[in-house]
């Protein structure tokens, strides 16, 4: 089972539990009507088509509404610590929630009471968390863009409100030395999908592959699309991938559709989602010739 957990920029949205569905350009996760324009929802729009077009069970979902105050991030908090376990996820994929290092510990420490660990994917919000705590080692993908690979290498930064000027200045052509950084400082998991300009992928601390194609500069623009990248990426991980090509193939993928969605700054990422089954359909054959790819 693959179980997704983020906030969504929704004042009063109880904590809301269930599996996903997608209506047009709107979640459907236990009743609630969800747009999916970015962040959570952007990546688990994402998860969903693909493992629809994979033939998977769709995604579970733990989101609640959190508009910077933290309290829909400790309610995410707070179910997970207790239901992981029973849960049992085959990947667990955190996004958007308010850092929170002892509830990030705790979590972690509940993952372990699993009878088979799941795959622990982080971005945004969970993946400061996880770095401020000193628990990076702990997962096994993070999905950073260059300004967060700088949070990552940054030695003095223990909590994202604490950054130096590099945060500000970040060029995604550093990210060769600062990937060795965040190694070095054991603040990396076992894979790192970097993305920009150039997707990078980085194992154990050395560059596995990088994507430069197609060159679509307009999705810089178009606020979602590195939500999206993650939501490939854990539903290929959980499809059977091994990480590095679910890294590969997500990158691909998210750069075809929005060659596809002939994207402009003014595209919504939900027309950039929309193109995954065509893009699919077209290249993730031959992409994934020789992946342990399963139910395509």
């Known amino acids: 089972m693959m179980l997704i957990a983020g906030t969504i920029p929704i004042k009063g949205l109880p904590l809301v539990v269930g599996r996903v569905g997608v209506e047009g350009e709107a979640l459907v996760i236990g009743g609630y009507r969800i747009p999916g324009t970015q962040g959570t929802a952007a990546m688990t729009s994402a998860a969903c088509l693909t493992s629809d077009y994979l033939r998977l069970a769709s995604p579970q979902a733990v989101v609640a509404g959190d508009i910077g105050e933290g309290g829909g991030s400790r309610e995410i908090y707070e179910y997970l610590i207790q239901n992981v376990a029973s849960l049992c996820p085959t990947v667990l994929a955190l996004h958007y929630c308010l850092p929170d290092m002892a509830l990030m510990r705790r979590l972690c420490q509940a993952v372990k009471d699993c009878r088979r660990r799941p795959l622990l994917i982080a971005d945004a919000g969970s993946m400061y968390a996880a770095k401020a705590a000193g628990l990076a080692p702990e ?51 076992r894979l790192l999908l970097v993305k920009g300009a150039i997707d990078y992928i980085a194992r154990d601390g050395d560059i596995v592959a990088t994507v430069t194609e197609p060159d679509v500069p307009e999705l810089e623009a178009i606020g979602g699309t590195g939500d999206t990248i993650t939501g490939l990426l854990t539903a290929f991980a959980d499809a059977g991938l091994e990480l590095a090509e679910a890294a590969l193939i ?47």
Not at 270 to 293: D, H, N, T
């Open 250 to 296: 997500a990158a691909k993928a998210n750069r075809t559709a929005g060659k596809f969605a002939r994207a402009t700054p003014a595209t919504r990422v939900s027309q950039i989602i929309s193109q995954f089954p065509a893009v699919f359909g077209e290249y993730l054959g031959r992409w994934s010739q020789g992946c342990a790819l399963r139910r395509v």
């Open 139 to 189: 997962f096994d993908v993070f999905t950073p863009d260059a300004a967060e690979l700088a949070f990552l290498a940054d030695q003095e930064a223990t909590h994202p409100a604490y950054v130096n000027r590099h945060l500000f200045c970040a060029d995604i052509s550093r990210a060769p030395a600062l990937i060795i950084d965040s190694y070095r400082q054991r603040s990396a998991p």
